[in-house]
């Protein structure tokens, strides 16, 4: 078979109905290196087809899991059914880290209102103030968050005024969302509408005032195997205050005082663009994108945030740490690269990581050969620039864009619009800016939105990669074809990968995974049919 990839998208999708066939042809691209330097236009952020076993989650995951669950002290309560709180409980790595052994920490709990058939047929309201006064006498959070699950919105029980009633009555703040599993076409809507709610119940909550010079909030970090522990570190040895991070390792009260550092840094842009935005427009913080995955990466991004603060002390600073560190990596890159050099690995995660880490793969000199996500959108695909020609389809009409005016008192623009252009003029540096994943990968490479499982299937025969990194959903499918499947969600059990002392951990982790000779021992299922079709044809 022709491992040609326009040849190959036409074998991935021949099998499909003419119709499905021809939506996954405008959400399967190969790459191309334009002389405009524009890119292939992907159909992205659209429902997935039933039947095509998708690695999507739902928009509750996006909301409770993702944004808000790694936050340890606001006391989330989840509105539905049992299964929708215990298959979410702890099944992502976020870790966190109390100041002191008294500090709050709900992250281990699952809290919810379990609602039964009664509460579906005559309302579950009554419950749900219930379980936050109880929760409220428990534990005596500063916050409570309450999720809404699908049945909530199928009959209508109205989690915000519960909140409002609850918020007056127990003196502390209480917000919900509407969150349901169906809401949008995948966790990417769960995003936005946390997104939202963090913005307008939770930041420019607390007005404590810092010294520091140079302060910024980390956005869509959210400490996964401990990532988030080492960007602090680093951060702090630079000598740049980190106020919030959204949300790894984060406390209601950090976020809440994030409206007053000078800039925000954006990681994962998919997860968390909305309050980058949003507190550009109201408290004048501009947002650059930055990346901490791959050590030169890491090394660009600091370069940056030094850039942007106009200091010479800190850039002298910076690059002291970047020395230090680059040493260190190097040492164990090398003989890892030495290794790994030339090999093939595919990426198909949520969102940014299926891009930012082809970074530490390109670091060990290994090629990306297929990547894609499960809910970006155009512009994580194509870059930003996409954004003013974007169709609003009704799914995404569904969820709230709130209208953001510059606040009256506490509105101060970090940087005039010449100081930005200046900036952006003088370095690489670009304020509201995401390139996206496909300017930055190899020409003639498969770029494929929402994989489905026969996809998956005939790319790992077609190309037998190196490495594939996925999710729990497909690790053993994929393992049992001979091919090692790193979890990039997770990371198996390992990480941090972040910085530069994660990516040692990577380079480690998968210069085992690719080396190791137990794959060669694994017959995959189609070379199993062949030799047994071939025996039964010789007896
Ligand atoms: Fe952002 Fe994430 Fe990701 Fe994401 Fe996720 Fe995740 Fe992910 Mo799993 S916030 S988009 S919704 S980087 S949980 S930490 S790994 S799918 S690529």
Known sequence: MSKDPRVVKEELIQIYPKKLRQKRSEQIVVTEHREDGSVPEIKANVRSSPGIITQRGCTYAGCKGVVIGPSRDILSIVHGPIGCSFYAWLTRRNQTRPATESDQNFITYCLTTDMQEENIVFGGEKKLKAAVKEAFELFHPKAIAIFSTCPVGLIGDDVHAVAREMKAELGINVFGFSCEG????????????????????????????HEDKFKVNLLGEYNIGGDGFVLEDLLARCGIKQIATFSGNSTYDTMANAHTADLNIVMCHRSINYVAEMMEKRFGIPWMKVNFIGANSSAKSLRRIAEYFEDEALKARVEEVIAEEMAVVEATRTVVESRCKGKTAMLFVGGSRAHHYQDLFSDMGMRTIAAGYEFGHRDDYEGRNVLPGLKVDADSKNIEEIEVVPDPERYRARRTPEQIAKLEAMTEMEFRGYIGMMPEMDKDVLVIDDLSHHETERLLEIYKPDIFCAGIKEKFGVEKMGIP????????????????????NFYKDIDRMVNIKIWSHVTPPWEQQVKEQAEVAAD
């Open 182 to 209: 169906y809401r949008g076409v995948s966790q990417s809507a769960g995003h936005h509408i946390a997104n939202n709610g963090v913005f307008k119940h939770i930041i420019g909550n607390n007005e404590t005032q």
């Open 485 to 504: 499947c790193k979890q990039l969600h997770s990371y198996d059990y390992g990480g941090p990968y972040a910085g530069f002392r994660g990516a040692i």
